[in-house]
């Protein structure tokens, strides 16, 4: 469709649409590039596991106060919770940053079929309708899971890591994120069905933000 057949209203509509998703997705890639340096952390913290089980060591250190997380010690069960605490930030914070750069799993047999327009009416339709819903509700959900776990004063059972709620907050955290770049996603695909050309030159706006 050329500039002169496009209806302004379309063109007007889908640079606003673009506008409203641009911070949004930005967001969810700025939080998914930080998050992406704890993988350093869990390297470091499968390494130091490794070591001290080697040499034999189980307690690193102790103190007489109490610090967040990890109580009054350091144990070598302390690192290998640490490990799956990293790995399950990662996890979470990521998603909303695979979404955006469409590398999650997608198992289809007809929209890469689909022209670019019907890309994203497929995308707009399944965010609204499934994905947004969802990680609300799941996020939801947990808050009673995370209240309870900082009620009880939940942690390790084997010497490791205190304060278990803080890893479990990361579960509505991540999916709050995730609805929120999923949202971004709708208004950048609504400008691309609005007016094509937004979405022509490989564009939409998270291509945008990447490259931003």
Same mark, same amino acid.
């Given at each position: 469709?050329?500039? /002169? ?36 952390? &869990? ?6 596991? &490794?070591?001290?089980?080697? $040499? ?25 919770? $640490? ?26 047999? &007809? ?8 890309? /994203? ?30 009620? +009880? ?17 990361? $579960? ?13 996603? &709708?208004? /950048? ?8 050309? +937004?979405?022509? +030159?490989? +564009? ?9």
């Amino acid at each position: 469709m050329s500039r /002169a057949t496009l209806a302004p209203w379309r063109e007007r509509g889908a640079a606003v649409c673009a506008a409203l998703g641009r911070p949004l997705v930005g967001l969810g890639l700025v939080v998914g590039r930080i998050s992406s340096w704890l993988l350093l952390l &869990v390297m470091l913290a499968v390494l130091t596991t &490794v070591l001290l089980n080697a $040499l034999g060591v189980n307690e690193i250190g102790r103190w007489d106060t109490k610090i967040l997380l990890f109580g009054d010690a350091l144990t070598i069960n302390s690192i290998t919770e $640490l490990q799956w605490h990293l790995f399950g930030i990662l996890t979470l914070l990521g998603g909303t940053y695979a979404l955006h750069h469409d590398t999650h799993v997608r198992v289809d047999l &007809v929209y890469h079929r689909l022209s670019l327009q019907g890309r /994203a009416i497929v995308d707009v339709i399944g965010h609204l309708l499934l994905l947004i819903p969802f990680c609300l509700l799941i996020a939801w959900l947990s808050k009673h899971f995370v209240t309870m776990s900082y009620i +009880s004063n939940e942690q390790s059972n084997y010497g490791g890591l205190t304060d278990r709620y803080l890893i479990k907050a990361m $579960l509505p955290i991540g999916l709050v994120f995730l609805a929120v770049g999923a949202l971004g996603q &709708v208004f /950048a695909k609504l400008a691309v069905i609005l007016d094509p050309r +937004s979405g022509a +030159s490989g +564009s939409s706006v998270d291509e945008g933000a990447t490259h931003g």
